[in-house]
């Protein structure tokens, strides 16, 4: 059984390439002593991209999973050849463009997620983070579809002031303390070697989360709510949809 992978992805969001060593090969996955693939969860879907290796051979990602153990296996639907056998090198590239995008929309719920527990004791029910649009689900008593400028406009202000985000870990015990880091009542979040990851946005918020997100709130684009329903009598899905931020587009029109 392989060791655990190191994640690369939670010190740094923007890594998208990295020099890995094969430490396991099962069916048609792969597992290395390291990944810059993050494997899902928290409602972020698992990236994708290539794996290469030094005789010319590629192969598609289609997803990352990582098992009980804290290994990640990197899925290839194309199969693999026998010629794979561990201790060979690859180069793992994660698909960079859908990574960004999952990680604006990871970073702008946390801004809402934030603003509806402080402003309108609204819980986390569920989330599906996507490229093109996302959709959150709350517990929220009262809700009105009337509520829904107001938190246009409180997010996209938070985007605007160009916050700092930053990670840092807690040990388990440590977390227990700091119920404020919680922002579900039924999910609890990943505990790895025995520390929580906290992502910070700074002078506003912070959450234990295992994604990725953007350098700056700034980075994230304009924020908007497209369509609302119910799901149950106090719970609320709320769809939102980003547009890119000036920077981006300014690189996408170059």
């Known amino acids: 059984m392989p060791f655990p992978t190191t994640r690369l ?11 890995a060593t094969i430490t396991g090969v099962r069916d048609n996955a792969l597992a290395f ?28 990602v289609a997803s990352a999973e990582a098992d ?4 990640i296996w990197h899925v290839c639907p194309a199969g693999l050849s ?10 793992l590239t994660v698909n960079a463009e859908r990574r960004l995008a999952l990680t604006r929309y990871h970073t702008v719920l946390h801004v809402l997620n934030t603003i509806a527990l402080r402003d309108y004791k609204a819980w986390i029910t569920g989330a599906q983070i996507g ?15 009337a509520a829904c400028p107001e938190l246009e406009a409180k ?3 938070v985007l605007d002031a160009g916050h700092t985000l930053k990670a840092f870990y807690l040990n388990e015990n440590e977390f227990q303390r700091r119920t404020d880091l919680l922002r579900t009542l039924d999910v609890s979040p990943p505990v790895i070697d025995g520390r929580v ?10 959450q234990a989360c295992g994604g990725t997100h ?14 609302t329903e119910n799901k149950g009598k106090s719970n609320k899905r709320l769809y939102v949809r980003l547009e890119p931020p000036a920077i981006l587009e300014s690189k996408t029109n170059a």
């Open 9 to 19: 992805y939670l010190e740094d969001s923007h890594l998208f390439e990295t020099e």
């Open 33 to 60: 002593d390291r990944t810059c693939f993050h494997p899902g969860g928290g409602g972020q879907p698992s990236d994708q991209g290539l794996i290469g290796l030094p005789s010319g051979l590629i192969f598609e």
């Open 68 to 71: 009980a153990s804290g290994v």
């Open 82 to 91: 026998e010629a794979i056998f561990c201790s060979q090198t690859a180069t």
């Open 131 to 145: 490229t093109d649009y996302s959709r959150i689900d709350f517990k929220w008593d009262g809700f009105s579809a």
């Open 155 to 157: 997010v996209n202000a």
């Open 197 to 206: 990851r906290v992502v910070a946005i700074d002078g506003f918020d912070e």
């Open 214 to 227: 953007v350098h700056s709130t700034a980075d994230v684009g304009r924020f908007s709510i497209t369509k």
